[in-house]
């Protein structure tokens, strides 16, 4: 039987870790070290604004967690990662929470923020994101899809695949900023802040999670989850604002789909929380989610939304 981790519990190892990443000790996660206090109030484990001004909404969601100068230090070097998968509505990280992200980020300090990809220009073009990106004053950075751009990395207490191809970029920036846009998927059936590290990882390597029948197995498309739970065990983001706005619930990740307006931005450092959140905006729990379970189940977060404390904002 698994043991559960209560809140109290999980803010101090993680606070150990997301405050390691923000001052530039690196994104491999680790145990061990000095305890220190968490970077946002106890109470507060995710903060959600809703709204439909975005850009505001975001604003107030990481205000409501603390504040982006809680994980960007003064000439920090910030990387981000949205999703812009494709042009559809609801399939990509709207342009309005890049921007209000990148300027938090040079509020705080920032000294460069970059967007990193190993998508093609055409996947930011379409979608409009690439205009977003540099109007808001960041770098987006196309990283050649060829293996010397990336570099092995194992993952600590693996159970499904054991090394990682992370672009080695990555490794240059001091913050991680995780930003998903939550939607449908083929295989696993959701995305969010855990499967949207695949966007770091080299693609024939993402592709190794995939066995033939991934979209239809149960057993294949845990295979899956477990190969994104433990991408999550090697890499862990400082801080995560999904994009809850607007997206698909059918067909994805590509879309067109069926879209569900909840009109949400959601910030926090609990993967396993935030994503068990945002399933339930399109009528799915936790449980439905090989992901979400598997990552509660190895340590990576709180499962149980009742023991997770969510600030609600109004914007």
């Given at each position: ?80 990662l949205p999703n812009s998968q494709s042009r559809h509505p609801g ?122 029948d991934w979209t239809t197995n149960p057993e294949s498309i845990q ?57 339930t905006l399109w009528g799915l729990t936790s449980e439905d989610i ?26």
């Amino acid at each position: 039987m698994n043991k559960k981790i209560g809140r109290r519990e999980f803010f101090k190892k993680s606070a150990k870790i997301g405050l390691s990443a923000a001052v530039g000790y690196g994104f491999i996660s680790c145990s061990g070290g000095e305890d220190i206090s968490s970077p946002v109030e106890k109470s507060v484990d995710i903060a959600v604004a809703t709204g439909s001004d975005y850009f505001a909404s975001t604003m107030k969601a990481v205000e409501g967690f603390g504040g982006m100068s809680k994980f960007v230090p003064k000439d920090a070097r910030v990387a981000i990662l949205p999703n812009s998968q494709s042009r559809h509505p609801g399939t990509f990280t709207k342009p309005e929470v890049i921007q209000a992200v990148v300027e938090m980020c040079k509020k705080a300090g920032a000294s460069e923020v970059n967007c990193l990809t190993w998508l093609k220009p055409e996947n930011w073009e379409t979608s409009g994101l690439d205009v977003a990106v540099k109007e808001a004053g960041a770098n987006l950075k196309f990283i050649e899809a060829e293996e010397a751009n990336f570099k092995a990395v194992p993952v600590p207490g693996w159970k499904a695949h054991q090394e990682l191809m992370i672009m080695k970029e990555f490794y240059n920036n001091d913050v991680f900023i995780d930003m998903p846009i939550t939607k449908d998927h083929a295989g696993n059936k959701f995305t969010g802040t855990m499967k949207n590290l695949m966007g770091l990882n080299y693609r024939p390597n993402n592709r190794l999670f995939h066995k033939e029948d991934w979209t239809t197995n149960p057993e294949s498309i845990q295979f899956l989850d477990q190969c994104i739970v433990d991408m999550n065990k090697a890499i862990t983001p400082t801080l995560c604002v999904v994009d809850a706005t607007e997206f698909i619930t059918t067909n994805g990740p590509f879309g067109p789909g069926e879209l569900t307006k909840p009109q949400k931005i959601i910030a926090g450092v609990d993967r396993v929380a935030i994503d068990s959140y945002c399933a339930t905006l399109w009528g799915l729990t936790s449980e439905d989610i090989f992901a979400i379970k598997l990552g509660f189940e190895q340590g990576l977060g709180e499962i149980d939304l009742n023991e997770v404390g969510i600030k609600e904002i109004t914007v």
